[in-house]
C-alpha cells in the first residue's frame, strides 16, 4: 500500500489500514494480489490433493494435482517466476497415482477372467 506523504497534498486515506498489519494482507496493485491467490490457491489444492491421496480417493486426488499444477502454472507466466520444484513434485504424484490405478484396474480384470469358471 502507497501510503507516502506529498508535500501539500491531502493525508492518504489508508492510514487506518495500518491497525491491521498483523491480520491482512496489502497489495499495491491488483496484479500483486492475482500472484498471491494463484500461489496460495495452488497450494490448496494441493494439500487438498494429499489428503484425498491419503483417504485413497484417487480419482479426486489426481484431479486435484492437476488444479493445482494449473494454478503454479498460471502463475509462472503471469510473475515470470519458476514454480518448477512444485510442478515437478505434482508430476510425480499424479504418476504415481495413474501406476496404482493402473494396477488396481489390471488386478480387477484378473479376476473377471475367472467369471464362470470352477475353482481348482
Aim: charged residues 30%; negative net charge; aromatic residues 10%.
Amino acid at each position: 500500500m502507497n501510503m507516502t506523504q506529498v508535500n501539500g497534498a491531502d493525508r492518504p486515506t489508508n492510514t487506518w489500514a495500518l491497525q491491521y498489519l498483523d491480520h491482512v494482507l496489502m497489495f499495491d496493485h491488483q496484479d500483486d494480489l492475482l500472484a498471491r491467490m494463484l500461489v496460495d490457491i495452488g497450494h490448496y489444492f494441493f494439500t487438498e490433493a494429499k489428503r484425498l491421496a491419503d483417504d485413497a480417493q484417487l480419482d479426486s486426488a489426481y484431479q486435484h494435482y492437476g488444479w493445482s499444477k494449473i494454478m503454479y502454472e498460471r502463475y509462472q507466466q503471469k510473475e515470470q517466476r519458476k514454480k518448477t520444484n512444485e510442478i515437478e513434485e505434482i508430476n510425480r504424484r499424479m504418476e504415481a497415482i495413474a501406476l496404482q490405478r493402473n494396477r488396481t484396474n489390471n488386478n480387477n480384470d484378473d479376476d473377471d477372467d475367472c467369471v464362470g469358471e470352477s475353482p481348482s
